[in-house]
């Protein structure tokens, strides 16, 4: 059985920073491409950052360049998403895909 857990979400202040991650089990996720989305209220779910397997490429949306990063940690099956210098319009809920799997997603809420 396949699962994957975000979690890191939270409230923080603008220009602040969070890290989530999306940890894996029944799925090795460096074999696989790994992708963050995020959704906000009354927009589509949409792709924010991608990295290929065995940590290679990393893309990123224009919305997000420079402020996110995507990593791995191959020996803890886990994904991350580094995300600093967050404004309002970062306010979403983020989730983690890989291999046709979906995790439950984290809430991220930036607001003062």
């Known amino acids: 059985q396949v699962q994957l857990a975000e979690s890191g979400g939270g409230l923080v202040q603008p220009g602040g920073s969070l890290r989530l991650s999306c940890a894996a089990s029944?799925?090795?996720?460096?074999?696989?491409?790994v992708n963050w989305y995020r959704q906000a209220p009354g927009k589509e779910r949409g792709l924010i950052a991608s990295?290929?397997?065995?940590?290679?490429?990393?893309n990123y949306a224009d919305s997000v360049k420079g402020r996110f990063t995507i990593s791995r940690d191959n020996v803890k099956n886990t994904v991350y998403l580094q995300m600093n210098s967050l404004n309002t319009e970062d306010t979403a809920v983020y989730y983690c895909?890989?291999?046709?799997?979906w995790g439950q997603g984290t809430q991220v809420t930036v607001s003062s």
């Open positions: 990295i290929a397997p065995a940590g290679g490429l990393e």
């Open positions: 029944g799925l090795t996720l460096s074999r696989y491409s």
């Open positions: 895909y890989s291999f046709g799997y």
